[in-house]
Nanobody, 114 residues
Framework: QVQFVESGGGLAQPGGSLTLHCAASGFALSSYGMNWYRQRPGQEREMVAGIWSDGDETTYNYFAKGRFTISRDNSKNEVYLQMNDLKPEDTAVYYC???????WGKGAQVTVSS
């Protein structure tokens, strides 16, 4: 079955960095645009970043521009989110999702605190 497994989350200090990994299985990742979403405590889920299927174009929500970078390796069926200059408000569960496919993993918890 189609499955996503997010990893790389954890505890970071304000101003620190983390890189999230999304491992996909059960379908051809290369045929789909991919997105990262996050859900902060008490908030609705929001889009963080997106990347075209060939990796040539990317989009970011306003809070991620200049700090986060989305990338992919289609040969490995993986998508990544590099997060720099982390802030306490980045604390959330982060999920990856394929465009046009309503399948979600368990997510990766990111906590930013001193």
């Amino acid at each position: 079955q189609v499955q996503f497994v997010e990893s790389g989350g954890g505890l970071a200090q304000p101003g620190g960095s983390l890189t999230l990994h999304c491992a996909a299985s059960g379908f051809a990742l290369s045929s789909y645009g991919m997105n990262w979403y996050r859900q902060r405590p008490g908030q609705e889920r929001e889009m963080v970043a997106g990347i075209w299927s060939d990796g040539d174009e990317t989009t970011y929500n306003y809070f991620a521009k200049g700090r986060f970078t989305i990338s992919r390796d289609n040969s490995k069926n993986e998508v990544y989110l590099q997060m720099n200059d982390l802030k306490p408000e980045d604390t959330a569960v982060y999920y990856c999702k394929a465009g046009g496919m309503d399948v979600w993993g368990k997510g990766a918890q990111v906590t930013v605190s001193s």
